[in-house]
């Protein structure tokens, strides 16, 4: 059986405030660490036919990762990028264009849980999802 390789790039906007990432492929974790920087995260996926999900959990941010204006405006904020999401080099950013994924949080604790759209920038815990299924090249066809 060959596999497929799973790639992303994250990065964050501070480098000294930082917030956590953990990354699972169907509940079974594949990373986990703070993000101090820009970092290639990969790993294999068998091609075997299957429903897939990569879970992106963001996790640590609290209020000093938030600094307010005398208004109460957010004038800076810790936000995670994940860029470059890829399938065997294959780049699906046209894919998740059209189809965003999910990303579920309560705006850390701030508001009622919702069910928004990642577009690459997460400034919240919470979680993005990215479903899928292989064998990938069907799935990529199926999605172009």
């Given at each position: 059986?060959?596999?497929?390789?799973?790639?992303?790039?994250?990065?964050?906007?501070?480098?000294?405030?930082?917030?956590?990432?953990?990354?699972?492929?169907?509940?079974?974790?594949?990373?986990?660490?703070?993000?101090?920087?820009?970092?290639?995260?990969?790993?294999?996926?068998?091609?075997?036919?299957?429903?897939?999900?990569?879970?992106f959990?963001?996790?640590?941010?609290?209020?000093?990762?938030t600094?307010?204006?005398?208004?109460?405006?957010?004038?800076?904020?810790?936000?995670?990028?994940?860029?470059?999401?890829?399938?065997?080099?294959?780049?699906?950013?046209?894919?998740?264009?059209?189809?965003?994924?999910?990303?579920l949080?309560?705006?850390?604790?701030?508001?009622?849980?919702?069910?928004?759209?990642?577009?690459?920038?997460?400034?919240?815990?919470?979680?993005?999802?990215?479903?899928?299924?292989?064998?990938?090249?069907?799935?990529?066809?199926?999605?172009?």
């Amino acid at each position: 059986m060959n596999n497929v390789k799973f790639s992303c790039l994250v990065d964050t906007n501070d480098q000294t405030n930082t917030i956590g990432l953990d990354i699972f492929l169907n509940n079974d974790k594949q990373f986990s660490e703070n993000i101090t920087g820009e970092k290639v995260i990969s790993f294999n996926i068998p091609n075997e036919n299957k429903e897939w999900t990569i879970t992106f959990k963001i996790y640590g941010k609290n209020s000093s990762h938030t600094t307010l204006d005398n208004n109460g405006n957010i004038i800076k904020s810790t936000e995670l990028s994940i860029t470059n999401i890829s399938f065997d080099e294959f780049d699906i950013s046209n894919i998740i264009a059209i189809r965003p994924l999910t990303y579920l949080h309560n705006f850390n604790g701030n508001g009622e849980e919702i069910n928004d759209k990642f577009f690459g920038i997460a400034g919240c815990n919470g979680t993005i999802e990215l479903n899928f299924r292989t064998p990938i090249h069907i799935w990529l066809l199926e999605n172009m």
